[in-house]
């Protein structure tokens, strides 16, 4: 009895051990989803300010965080409406769970965001401006240029420690 006691603990701490490596990664990753789970969390229309604003499907990412919530990035399309809204929208997040962008911290709930365009020659940080679907600014956060990506596209989030959105070249760290 003390023998099979003592192997089966021995079993289980050289288990542990092994995928420990596994666990801890698995943790602090976050995961890009994509197909039929993308298409069915993806809106076509996001509501900011009254307003029923179509979103870019092309320009778009679903990803889970660690924590297994997810949350969905998306640009708008602000052609047509009024120039309050096409100077203060570029994009929309919906989220289930806690997570921060840039170093603000967002919980549940659903986000409009726009953001300063610095020239494209230039060096500096793009500002994020994050925004309650009334229009109140409830973060603001600054996203490095990364002169090293090779294809730029105007929404996208790439994996890694830390996972990244990027807008164009400049990226926005996720945890």
Known sequence: MKKSFFLAVLALFVWGTANLPNLLMAQGSYEVVTGKE????????????GNAIPTQARNAALVKTP??????????????YSSQIVQKYEGMIISEGNFTIGGQKLGVGSFGFGHTKPPATST?????????QAGTKVAECSGKKDTGL??????????????????????????
Request: charged fraction near 30%; glycine fraction near 6%; avoid cysteine.
């Open 38 to 49: 993308f298409t069915s969390a993806m809106v076509k229309e996001f509501y900011l300010e």
């Open 67 to 80: 924590e297994g919530k997810r949350v969905l990035f998306a640009l708008i399309d602000t052609t047509g």
């Open 124 to 132: 500096e940080d793009m500002k994020l401006f994050i925004y309650d």
């Open 150 to 175: 090779a294809n730029p596209m105007p929404l996208q989030v790439v994996k890694g420690e830390p996972a990244k959105l990027y807008l164009g070249r400049h990226a926005f760290e996720l945890r």
